[in-house]
């Protein structure tokens, strides 16, 4: 099995900085896009941002100039700094993770649980 587990999140004031690890352990062959999803109390989840295993990036609009995401692939680890944080930036934030977990089976998804990421204003 594979699990996703997240640390950092917590309560900042408007225009703080957290960051946010996700760590994947277990079975694992290799591992490919990485990335962070929020969901916020009444709303869909959405993208936050996501890395290739080379280390190209996407981001949301929402969040571009502000949140850095990055990789350790020798520590099946990726990384969510969040600058200049907004109270609509407030939301549980999930690690995911694209696996394979031999060389013989296809890709699959993994999610973490989840960090509580709360902004005051």
């Known amino acids: 099995q594979v699990q996703l587990v997240e640390s950092g999140g917590g309560l900042v004031q408007a225009g703080g900085s957290l960051r946010v690890s996700c760590a994947a352990s277990?079975?694992?062959?290799?591992?490919?896009?990485m990335g962070w999803y929020r969901q916020a109390p009444g709303k869909e989840r959405e993208l936050v941002a996501n890395?290739?295993?080379?280390?190209?990036?996407n981001y949301a609009d929402s969040v571009k100039g502000r949140f850095t995401i990055s990789r350790d692939n020798a520590k099946n680890t990726v990384y969510l700094q969040m600058n200049s944080l907004k109270p609509e930036d407030t939301a549980v934030y999930f690690c995911?993770?694209?696996?394979?977990?031999?060389?013989?089976?296809?890709?699959?998804?993994?999610w973490g649980q989840g960090t509580q990421v709360t902004v005051s204003s």
């Open positions: 995911n993770a694209a696996v394979r977990r031999t060389k013989w089976v296809t890709w699959a998804d993994y």
């Open positions: 277990g079975s694992i062959f290799s591992i490919g896009v």
């Open positions: 890395i290739g295993s080379g280390g190209i990036t």
